[in-house]
């Protein structure tokens, strides 16, 4: 167990929190970036061929696209700990860190990149068969789902997308919701009613999803009168929303009420002086690998004025 002062710490691993670490370290600002002890690399290191990612025009696996950016931070001087942050004390000049071995950190500023977390449905094969047909994420795994029959769990905005999104390679996609109306808006709701390859299966939920090597149906049962059926689907798509990454900070800088970073404007500077926040964590829109990054950027720029400035 140690106790350090430094100028930076960044808390996250994901595109956000290994783009600060680039900047910050170029900077000479020698970041202290917590990796998380088994969520290094955030989202990204669940998917496959990331094919937007600009740059790579024959695509990049995900992981291999967080070993570059690790590769990145480091070569700089980024100081790379594969740990969490456990307790955090974030007003005061000096901003007070603890990790899950028990070191404490004291940093003149701080950059939250904890990310979001797909919400699941809750089932226990749902997590069995992630990867096998359970997917959270259209863009990454569509591609696998090529004139095949597939579900889309969610009424909002994120379901609406995906399941468009989906139709470009299934031969169609079924949107299960669990009430009778959409909360997505208008504009989306309208272009997937307009889609011919778009189902809706009102008033229903899934409580089982089988299939013993990979999906191969789903039990459903009706919200209404209680009825289970069974139907054959080899690809389910769960699009519930996303929950940010922030119960840490929960009384430490202000959240708004969905639980993300408040941040100022356009900057990523949080209510706290020298806090900043970047990222998943920030963003309800867009929550891309690239936006992340930018944002990642963006952080360690607000920090090192910051401290020039003290
Ligand atoms: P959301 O708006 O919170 O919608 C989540 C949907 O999932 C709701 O329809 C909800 O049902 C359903 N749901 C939640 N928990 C469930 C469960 N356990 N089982 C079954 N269904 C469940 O989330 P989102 O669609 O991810 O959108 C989040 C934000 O991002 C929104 O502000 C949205 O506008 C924005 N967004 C925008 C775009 C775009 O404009 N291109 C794209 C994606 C997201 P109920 O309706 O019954 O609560």
């Known amino acids: 167990m140690s106790e350090t002062l430094h100028e930076l710490v960044i808390v996250g ?19 202290v970036l917590y990796e998380g002890s088994v969520t290094a690399g955030g989202a990204l290191m669940n998917t496959t061929e990331v094919e937007n990612f600009p740059g790579f025009p024959a695509g990049i696996i995900g992981p291999d696209l967080m070993d570059n950016l690790k590769a990145q931070a ?26 899950g071995s028990g070191n404490v950190l004291r940093a003149k500023a701080v950059i939250l990149a904890t990310g979001s977390a797909y919400k699941e449905i809750g089932l226990e094969n749902e997590k069995r068969l992630s990867g096998r047909g359970v997917s959270w994420c259209a863009t990454c795994d569509g591609f696998f789902f090529r004139n095949q029959e597939i579900a889309v769990v969610g009424g909002g905005d994120s379901a609406m997308e995906e399941a468009n999104f989906l139709t470009r390679f299934a031969s169609k996609v079924v949107i299960i919701h669990r009430r009778d109306s959409l909360r997505a808006s208008k504009i989306m709701v309208e272009r997937a009613q307009a889609n011919p390859k778009i189902e809706f299966l009102w008033n229903t939920e899934v409580i089982d999803v089988l299939g013993a090597e990979n999906v191969s149906a789903l039990k459903l049962r009706n919200t209404v009168d209680g009825t289970e059926s069974e139907r054959a689907f080899t690809g389910l798509f769960v699009a519930i929303g996303h929950t940010p990454r922030s ?64």
């Open 13 to 31: 691993s994901g595109p956000a929190g290994y783009t600060a670490g680039i900047y910050a370290a170029r900077a000479q600002l020698a970041p």
């Open 74 to 99: 480091e070569k700089f001087g980024s100081i790379l700990v594969r740990d969490d942050i456990v307790e955090l004390q974030l007003d005061g000049d000096v901003k007070v860190l603890k990790d």
């Open 247 to 310: 119960e840490l900070l929960v009384g430490q800088v202000d959240l708004d009420n969905e639980g993300y970073v408040k941040v100022d404007g356009r900057s990523t500077r949080t209510n706290l002086t020298g806090v900043f926040a970047c990222g998943d964590l920030v963003d309800h829109t867009y929550r891309q690998a690239i936006t992340a990054a930018g944002s990642g950027c963006q952080a360690a720029l607000d920090a090192e004025r910051f401290l020039a400035g003290h």
